[in-house]
């Protein structure tokens, strides 16, 4: 009998056949929350991921005034109308602000609030007070926000904006779109162009959504900018589906003999899909399809089929950022392939939900497979034909990416596994089981 915090994950009956939707895109919704919750007016916004960590942020805005009407579909998604605090600013919050796990919260917030001469103190849950925050609030202090207790990494953490931010130009020491975003959220209103410098592309959904709210961004590789001061102004958000759930799908259809899924109206940006690229690059049938754009994120079909036969292959580490949250279910993927797979620098994983890189490293030795670090890259030698020992408990540190790994290990493995806290997956994709099943069906 599996513990209170354990869940059984059955072997799959059937192969995963036929075509699917998928939640809405995690990184899209939480944007499309905050930067309505800024602008001037009223804007509508549809396909609204309804998970733990969205939540969040609606709950943070709500707090800091912004009147937020979203209500469940018949999809399970949230639509509805967001009306911002514009020009008069957010209000002082009569307490802190929790952003649960949720560290694109608690980081976006930041750069949001920094413009505004109020006083705010940040938190989170236990993982994210481990999180490393001076890597925003760094910038931030450049411009003139405070934060108090001074220079501290962890949250929670006391800010104070200021209404005469200055605008800078940082080199971000990694390739963060949440660093990068907070820079930018608090460039809109400073005066001048804010600057950011990034090591390799991070996902660039602020600077093609910005536009839409009436905010200048120019964006090239590795740099973008914002000139201010300006108002976001209320415009309409349509959130595709999210294509680091699509992974999880995909990757169980790669590893399951007879599979072939079709994933629609999937956010297909090149900096969110890499996962995509690796698959193809280890042999897996994997094909991308182009509808169309919401606003300027195109989007389109995901194809996965069974593949027999994959290979290892070097993941490049400027390229880590496009796949950056894919890497855990890739490095399964890796476990099932022939040869060894290596992903070049994947330091940032150790500062995610959860240190993922032990995370993986733990998973994969439980299930008999070679994994290892060097510096700062991950190794995996796979067995193809790879057999999971029976009643493998995983651990998913209450992280919902390892959560969803690890259920498709089982899945893929051909044995009933247990993965413990596999309740996270709320985080991100709640009826990612169901979905599973309504697949094998
Ligand atoms: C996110 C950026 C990434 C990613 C996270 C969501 C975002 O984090 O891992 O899940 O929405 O900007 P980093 O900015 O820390 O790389």
Redesign the pocket.
């Known amino acids: 009998m599996p513990s209170k915090t354990e869940t059984a994950i059955a072997p799959l009956a059937a192969p995963l056949r036929g075509v699917t939707s998928i939640p809405g895109d995690?990184?899209i919704s939480?944007?499309a929350i905050l930067f309505s919750a800024m602008a001037e007016g009223t804007s509508e916004l549809s396909g609204v991921l309804d998970s733990g960590d969205v939540r969040s942020s609606i709950a943070a805005v709500q707090k800091l005034g912004a009147q937020v009407d979203l209500k469940s579909q018949a999809d399970g998604s949230l639509a509805g109308t967001v009306t911002g605090w514009g020009e008069t600013g957010p209000i002082q919050p009569d307490g802190p602000i929790d952003c649960g796990n949720s560290?694109?919260t608690a980081?976006?917030l930041m750069g949001a609030l920094a413009p505004w001469d109020i006083e705010v103190t940040i938190t989170g849950d236990d993982a994210l007070q481990k999180r490393p925050m001076r890597r925003i609030t760094a910038p931030l202090m450049k411009m003139g926000a405070r934060f108090i207790p001074e220079g501290q990494e962890l949250l929670p953490i006391t800010m104070r904006g200021t209404s005469t931010l200055r605008a800078i130009t940082h080199d971000a020491p990694?390739?963060?779109?949440?660093?990068?975003?907070a820079v930018l959220l608090a460039g809109i209103y400073a005066q001048g162009t804010t600057t950011l410098n990034e090591p390799s592309p991070?996902?660039n959904?602020?600077e093609l959504m910005l536009p839409e709210y009436g905010v200048v961004t120019t964006a090239a590789a590795c740099t973008a900018s914002v000139k201010g001061p300006s108002v976001p102004k209320a415009c309409a958000v349509k959130v595709p589906g999210d294509p680091?759930s699509a992974a999880f799908l995909a990757c169980a259809a790669v590893l399951t003999c007879g599979s072939d899924i079709a994933i629609e109206d999937v956010s297909l940006n090149t900096a969110r899909i890499g996962f995509v690229r690796t698959l193809e690059r280890m042999g897996a049938d994997v094909l991308v399809r182009h509808k169309g754009t919401a606003g300027k994120e195109p989007f389109g079909t995901i194809e996965a089929r069974h593949s027999g036969t994959l290979h290892g292959c070097e993941v490049p580490a400027d390229k880590i950022?496009t796949m950056?949250?894919e890497v855990p279910v890739l490095s399964l993927v890796a476990a099932f392939a022939k040869g060894v797979t290596v992903f070049r620098e994947v330091d940032?994983l150790r500062?995610?939900e959860t240190d993922r890189i032990e995370a993986i490293l733990e998973g994969l030795g439980l299930i008999g497979v070679d994994a290892w670090m060097d510096g700062s890259d991950l190794y995996v030698e796979g067995q193809p034909g790879l057999s999971l020992p029976p009643d493998t408990v995983f651990d998913s540190k209450k992280d919902h990416r390892l959560a969803m790994t690890w259920a498709i290990a089982g899945l893929a493995g051909k044995v009933a596994v247990q993965v413990k806290n596999f309740d996270s997956v709320k985080i991100?994709y709640p009826h990612f089981l169901h979905d599973i099943e309504r697949l094998t069906r």
């Open positions: 995690k990184s939480h944007r560290g694109t980081r976006l990694m390739a963060s779109a949440q660093l990068k975003t991070s996902r959904h602020t680091s950022a950056v949250d940032e500062v995610k991100s």
